[in-house]
């Protein structure tokens, strides 16, 4: 099988290349490419198989699970019953077998009729219907050549399509927008219709031949145009599929594009004219003369050769592919700049915003506008699912490297999702200051461009625990001020809005000191230092930092360039070498050689046999857990903290292996607590910084052992629950935890009930290695353990309130427990 980012799987398959209309506003016979004239009126019976052929030979090739063909024109009806019959037989024999067909054919109507519907019933062939809204709307270009109009054709061809025989053939409606006609009517037209789905489809233009009926690059009439549909549309609980709303609907919410015209995703699109040429999606016809052609055909090329041509790879990049112009675009995970034939101008080619852009910002701008916010800390990521196997490995209390890799995967697009949603909203919001806004800016370009490059270095940055507390922390001073929590935790002194989302702009320098990449970005200055996540802080005391005007806040300029950071502050200037951050021993020898200012934090690293933990005592949003964050360790309070987690790692390594691998995989960040009160061991996690245990050092390194694998339990439920609903998220009431003496919401209890699974087998193994007085101690505290945990099961198991897959993990606790 050949090596293919993207293979196709979407074909439009030109049947008959003239049409019976005469739209003026038609792309493909008024536009710049002129190609139809020089084609076989219908597609050949040579043409018919080999086509059919090289699809079914390009799906089998790379495992597709099903293609999409659409039989197009001019005017596909043109072609005939006859004709269409042998095109489906000849794509159905082809693809048998090999993975499953969903046919359309995309026409004007007029010639529509109940045999040619019996035909598309017989195999299955969805029908859109071309048609511009009202008579008047439709009858503005979608006319005979001598003037008259389609309009009772088309209905007449819509109302054989709504009966019940061939209702389930009715796949939409496609419309033209033309801001001369009456948004509002044609919406109800349309809707009055009863199709399943209505595509708005902007009139094709470029940079050199712009929309009709605008009068400059900033008109927004066709925001105006859809926007008001769309209210309408919104406030009537969206009766009808409206793919343009819809796919912004869906990328504002962290989804998939719906349409070629708008998102991120990769172009899988291929045109097979009746000649049997292969050509690039149709609407290029309106850039130049002979812009779609890749001067391959169905004889010749397979369509793996039409999957590599530059014009389509062209249109698989995602954001790399886009200007900068759009890259630092506020909306472009959901506009993506437009549909790639809107952004051409002859002096630039396709590397401009759409034509469209002032449009597109306001309409997508809006329509975010209108939806209810998404909840700030669980944004939709990426899908990711746990196998059978290993659901169950972790519900036992256990999991493999492996599963933790899984759950790895998952926080990563999490934490990805939610610095989009910090840029986009941090950006778009009225109260950000234009200041900070420049600053998220920067710290994006810097970021989109080392994704688009080194997109594992942005992984390496993003994994830090504290980037998602950073996260959740700006989207949630974001959100209207009713639905704010009264305090955030995480919180660090002394900051607001501005200084939290230029916060971006540290995880930009750092990202560009791990790729080696070029970055000028500015990064706040908290509590008199400036802060590179995952890395350290340099101290440049209270007074160093430059102060904004109006309360904006204290800032600093970073600059990494050959290989050197150059920080300024309030006339201040600091140089390091950015080699000597990265790695603890490389850090160490730097700074013994002077490379590194003396005011120069770093964050240590604990180490012993098969693990490295950060040490992280320097990140701002650290201090987000149950008990207070410990100010920076001296350097003999780290030593005694090495000391320590060897000693707990060798415990874990000789009595509780089964957690060892886990926690190697997983567990990145110790994050030190101050003492306990009465000198009580403590420990903690919390929900969004995952990886990371939070712990005060106990005098016993085996107490530690066991604080790490109790927490440990912690991390790992709560990236499930980030996965899955285990219980229902509804039920507020109150359970009694045994280990407790206040009662317990229903998550409470479950990652209490998780993490005292591993707190028993801890006694119990500490039970068998130990003698006398000490394993006396641990029966005890096994037997202890044992119960309450027993009985948490329990209240669980009888709380009616788990889901299917909560009784499922609660039943495999229950059996770890017996075991
Ligand atoms: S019906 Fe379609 S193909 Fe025919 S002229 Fe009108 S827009 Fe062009
Ligand atoms: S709104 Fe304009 S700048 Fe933004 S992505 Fe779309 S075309 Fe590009």
Redesign the pocket.
Known sequence: MSELLFPLSQFVLKVHSRCDLACDHCYVYESADQSWRGRPLAISDEVIPQAARRIAEHAKSHRLDGVQVVLHGGEPLLAGRARLRRIVIELEKALHGVCGLDLRIHTNGVLLDEEFCELFAEHGVRVGISIDGDRAANDRHRRYADGRSSYDKVLRAIELLRTERFRHLYSGLLCTVDVANDPAVVYDSLVALDPPRIDFLLPHATWDDPPPNRTGETDERYADWLIEIFDRWLAAGRPVEIRTFDSIISTLSGGESLTEALGLRPAVLAVIETDGSYEQVDSLKTAFDGAPATGLNVFGSSLDVVAQHPGITARQQGLSG?CR??QE?P??TS????LYTHRYRSTTGFAN??VY?AD??KLITHISDCLPQVPADQPEAEMHVLSGDTFDALASGFGDAAAISQLIESQQSLRRTLLGAVYQAGSTAPGTPDQARAALRAAWAVLIAIDGEQPQVLDAVLAHPYIRVWAVRCLEQLRPAADRPAATKGAPNGTNLAADLSHLGAIAAVAAIRASAKADVTVPVVDGAIHFPALGRLIIGRDGAAQGEGGEPRTASVVVADGVITIRAGGSEWEMAAAGLLDGRLRDRAASAGVLPADWQPVRVLRAHGISVAMEDTDPYRDCHQWPAAPRLTDGDFALWQRSFEEAWHEILRHHAAYAPALAAGLSVIMPLSAGPDGKDISATARQAFGAVAAALPADPVILALLIIHEFQHVKLGAVLDLYDLYDPADDRLFHAPWRDDLRPLEGLLQGTYAHLAVSDFWRARREVTAGADAEAADQRFAFWHAHTRAAVGTLTNSGSLTPLGVRFVSEMRRSLRS
């Not at 506009?335 to 437009?338: D, M, N, V």
């Open positions: 886009l112009t759009c675009c909306v472009v506009c993506g700049g437009g915003p759409s852009c597109l910002l």
